[in-house]
């Protein structure tokens, strides 16, 4: 037992080594085999605008979503029970709905056919763009950041402000000095849930986006269609990897974060109880 | 007594699931090149009268003619698909490749005429369809109505959003069009220039489709004011009949065959399947529903006289457009699509 914890199988570091060992090693050593059998056919430099749209609109959809479900978030948790319960439900009820049929009500949402119009078809330049598959998608991210930030929202405890405005704080004062260290580690976590999330779209970016800002996964579908499959293992390697990087960023990001904060984000040691 | 009766309970479930299995009808899986209203029409014309007639349950799906697919299907040895529609570049490729399995008898004369100088039965496939990629525009959005490929290039008289299919096949030659390459010139095709002449029109292009479903219902709510689209999926809806108009001049005829890929479990099945479908009553149910043509010349009287000039085959129609040419596109699909794919994925 004393070798696995120094070894870090067990412990702090073990599902680090866990995932290099069974995950890491495995597809690195398999993507260094592919270098004999893909000889001139180099992927990443032919879908590096795939992989940067995809990093990029998703990014843009999390911090959007995050910004909006932490709002509401903060809302509900300052409100009256029945605005809270409310609010939580309206967040619950997109889940409920297929995904790809989400996706077909917001290009149904954005069109007009000849007299027939939605409130929303004045912005049907939406579609078929960049800002149209990231409002799209934004929006399906926002009852995830609702629920993750929630959560934390929870410990906001009026003590603590009234306890700032005794010492004269004003309200914005109190917002950054209380609220936001307090939901910014969630509020992270779902972001990078989101664009984690995000990363691997493949409906979203062919129906909002006609096509034309095509994503990894849709690569990935193209290699497979060509009978590529090497190709779109690849690509999907790629993918993985930046899905390591984003999350190590927001880790370390978040590490600081609650280290900076540590007097307010730490449980003091003398409340613990044995 | 109360052990007599969960005893009988649990014999009475074993009888019903002994039946259910007895029961169950021979399967095989049938699939169509593209879905909506041209896999109902194969559902209405083809599926459910082989189904009814032959005591057969057959599942109908779709998918987009992606071969690499069907080759990763056959070589990988797990085959679902027991009947296919492939594009006759993928029946000429396929044959070559081994991917398909022999019918196991060949298609009787007597309920197969083929059309004249069209093409015939072999035993790896039969021609199903004649089908078409058009040239369709939204009738409100101008002063004049665009008559050629050269005006859906035309971004100055025609201003407006454009949709294109996302493959190569036919975009390629209707960019050769617009660029003044007659009919008969087109192949082999120049690809540089095609592909030169696409980087032009490429700003204005808002919609790269993949579904037929999908330039119609872009021109019916103006997402686009002109699109490539298989006519078929505008003759079967009413409110695109009556929205959006279309031209014969320059449109891509292909051809589709079934196949049996190699592998299937229900090879008798699947000819047997083939066989029906290729008989006259049938084609002809379904080129009245999307006005797509009949390989089998025995179907035509059976067609509605009002269908008969929306035919890809009708002479006016097959005057002023051009067969897309499947041996050309057998050697060079593989590595065109793999320039697509890079093209379309650059900016």
Known sequence: ?274 | MKRISLLAGIAGLLALVILGAAKQLPEITVVSYGGGAYQDSHRAAFISPFAAKSNVKVNSTSWGAEYGRLQQMVRSGDVSWDVVEVTAAQYSRGVRDGLYSPLTRPIPPATFAPLAGGPVPTPFGVPNVYWSTVFAYQPKAFAHNPTSWRDFWDVQHFPGSRALYDNPRGTLEFALLADGVARDKLYPLDVDRAFRKLDVLRPHVRLWWKDGTEPVNALLTNRVVMSSAWSGRIYASAAARKEIQYTWIGAAHELDYWVIPRGSRNVELATEFIHFASTAQPMAKQAAATAYGPTNALAFSAIPKTVLPNLPTAPENWRVSFVVNANWWAANEQKIMQRWTIWRSKR
Not at chain 1, 83 to 92: D, E, I, K, R, Y
Not at chain 1, 189 to 215: E, K, M, R
Not at chain 1, 235 to 257: E, K, P, S
């Open chain 1, 1 to 274: 037992m004393r070798l696995f914890r120094r070894l870090g199988v067990i412990g702090g570091s073990g599902p680090l080594l866990v995932t290099l060992l069974f995950y890491v090693v495995p597809i690195a050593t398999w993507a260094w085999s592919l270098r004999h059998e893909r000889p001139g056919q180099p992927v990443l430099p032919t879908y590096q605008s795939q992989i940067g749209d995809s990093a990029q609109i998703s990014m843009s959809s999390a911090a959007l979503a995050a910004f909006g479900g932490a709002t509401v978030a903060c809302l509900a948790r300052f409100s009256s029970q029945r605005t809270s319960n409310v609010l939580t439900f309206a967040m619950m009820v997109p889940l409920l709905t297929g995904f790809v049929a989400r996706n077909y009500s917001w290009v149904g949402l954005l069109t007009a056919i000849g007299s027939h119009r939605t409130p929303l078809s004045p912005l049907g330049e939406l579609l078929d763009s960049r800002a149209g598959i990231v409002t799209v998608m934004a929006v399906v991210f926002v009852p995830f950041v609702y629920f993750i930030v929630s959560e934390a929202a929870s410990h906001l405890s009026p003590p603590l402000y009234e306890a700032s405005r005794t010492l004269g704080a004003t309200d914005a004062r109190a917002f950054f000095v209380i609220t936001l260290p307090l939901l910014l580690p969630a509020t992270l976590l779902a972001f990078a849930l989101s664009t984690i999330l995000g990363l691997g779209y493949f409906v979203t970016p062919h129906l909002i986006g006609g096509g034309n800002f095509p994503f990894v996964a849709n690569g990935v579908l193209s290699r497979l269609d060509l009978g590529d499959a090497q190709g779109a293992a690849l690509l999907g390697l790629y993918l993985l990897a930046t899905v390591f990087i984003l999350a190590g960023l927001v880790a370390i990001v978040r590490a600081w974060w609650l280290r900076r904060h540590e007097p307010l984000t730490k449980t003091p040691h003398y409340v613990r109880t044995k």
